[in-house]
């Protein structure tokens, strides 16, 4: 009876060293999910605090002058 061929390529298989990019991806892609939604959530709170920063930013449309 002769050997399994499939059992004989894994003994002889190198090991593989384990990846490194998803260590440096992951805390990536999860710090710039963090700052997106934290700046989402703050748009509102930070329109609301200032409501008359529209106004200035344009004030001859605010004034309804030519």
């Not at 710090?31 to 609301?48: G, S």
């Amino acid at each position: 009876m002769s050997p399994d061929p499939s059992l004989s390529s894994l003994a002889s298989a190198p090991e593989r060293r384990p990846a490194v990019w998803p260590w440096l991806l992951l805390p990536l892609v999860a710090l710039t999910m963090f700052f997106a939604l934290r700046t989402v959530k703050e748009a509102p709170q930070r329109h609301l605090a200032h409501p008359d920063t529209a106004a200035e930013a344009a004030p001859d449309e605010a004034s309804g002058s030519p």
